[in-house]
């Protein structure tokens, strides 16, 4: 079932991304290229749209509920069907907020549809305002926000909650699960700059900035990667034992969904491997170039929503820079073995001391 999940996930998003990227080459078949285009824009104007119903619907549930509902009399209800009340109640309270933010992703998913708009932003970042394949990278990149407001209108404390009740995970199962879906992120970056549609394969890896991984590509990625974590690493621990910036919600979370591949030496090698593979080939490889180091690091780190916004998320952004300079420096390969590197120095500590 999880197996199925991701790929739902993931196949809508590579497929308007293909569409887009066929909308792009057929620039001179004018009315080809319309066509495609106008069926991308509309895709993502009805996404948009459904959001902004469903915003709408929860600000005035959550409305209706703090003005009608009788939370004593709905807490024996919850109750009786195995819900934890205080969390219902709570989370119904929030609802006019989340729902009133994704009002506000969705208004500014629509107006990013809107091509004066578009031209404005190529004013500041590297993206062409014509191009449906940028069009459609914006408009994930507000997906990002999405997804981030969502996690914390429902609140890591519940996630976390949500998340020590489920079965454990065998590590062999979190492997397969990690490698899928940075497999598809993979396959969503390739796609994205133009695979199978308007690049050859060669072009394509260029335009990521993938080379044949050389010394100089290992040795820099490796050793800035192990660098990087003997810098941040006792700073960690220093605020660990302060307990700055320390969230018991994020610990139990990141542990159940990490925890099981420390337990063996290929799931400390799938945690640095597989999500360098798939971060770096969207991120440093395919969004960096358009959007800029500092723009990329931005959502690179609130894509790890995991850690909602604290201090992780601003330490996941310092590795993004880090990353994003590799990738401007050198190339993609480079940052990859950054990434990776870094990543299974991490699960070296975690499975020496599991």
Known sequence: MAYFSIISLFFPLILLLWLANVADKRRTATSARR???????????????????????????????????????????YVAQGLDPEF???????????????????????????????????????????SVTQAVALAYGVL???????????????IAGAAEAAPDASSGQMMALLWLQNLLMALMALTGVGWLSRRRWRDVLLRLGVTRPGWREVGVGVGLGVGIFLLLFPLSLLLEKTGVGVDPNIEALTEKLFGPLMTSLPGVITLGAAAALGEELIYRGALQPRFGLWLTAILFALTHNQ???????????????????????????????????YNIAIGSVGFLFH
């Open 35 to 77: 066509d495609v285009a106008i069926l991308v824009y509309s895709l993502l104007g009805l996404a948009w749209l459904t959001l902004l119903v469903g915003g709408a619907f929860a600000v005035l549930l959550g409305i209706a509920y703090a003005r009608y509902a009788d939370a004593t009399a709905l807490s024996a209800r």
């Open 88 to 130: 219902v109640i709570q989370f119904m309270q929030s609802l006019p907020r989340l729902g009133g933010g994704l009002l506000v992703l969705a208004l500014a998913g629509l107006v990013l549809l809107l091509s004066p708009v578009r031209r404005l932003i190529a004013r500041l970042i590297p993206i062409s305002a014509g």
């Open 144 to 158: 990002i926000l999405v997804n981030l407001w969502l996690v914390m209108g429902v609140g890591l404390e519940n």
């Open 307 to 341: 850690y909602g916004v604290s201090l992780s998320t601003a330490v996941v952004f310092l590795l993004g820079l880090a990353l994003g300079w590799t990738r401007w420096r050198y190339n993609t390969t480079a940052s990859f073995f950054l990434h990776a590197a």
